[in-house]
């Protein structure tokens, strides 16, 4: 929610989602519990085949991804040193004496 919509538009995203996902997983226990009563278990394996063949090349194909990719360039980062401080030169340009490159470790970065 938060890649998709602003702050101050998440509250009826949140609670429709909220209010589905509770719902179905009480809509979802009766039909299994009817499917299972009058017909066997195995009946649920089927009737939850279309569902399956429909829903994974929709969410690969219709969901947009919202997480950043980012590029092994962008896995280091270039953090001046406190110790540097600008120096003037005679035609007033300023420049920074020392830059490390620092590395930042998979982990920290959310893969």
Do not use: C
């Not at 590029?71 to 920074?96: G, I, M, N, Q």
């Amino acid at each position: 929610m938060g890649d998709i919509f602003y702050l101050h538009e998440r509250g009826l995203p949140t609670a429709l989602t909220g209010a589905t996902l509770t719902s179905l997983t009480a809509l979802v226990s009766v039909i299994a519990g009817v499917l299972t009563e009058n017909h066997r278990w195995e009946t649920l394996f089927i009737a939850m085949l279309p569902f399956d063949v429909v829903g994974l090349p929709a969410t690969i194909f219709l969901l947009p991804e919202t997480q950043f990719a980012r590029s092994t360039l962008d896995a280091t980062y270039r953090a001046d040193d406190s110790a540097a401080r600008p120096t003037k030169s005679d035609t007033e340009e300023v420049s920074v004496s020392h830059i490390d490159t620092v590395r930042i470790p998979k982990a920290m970065m959310g893969y």
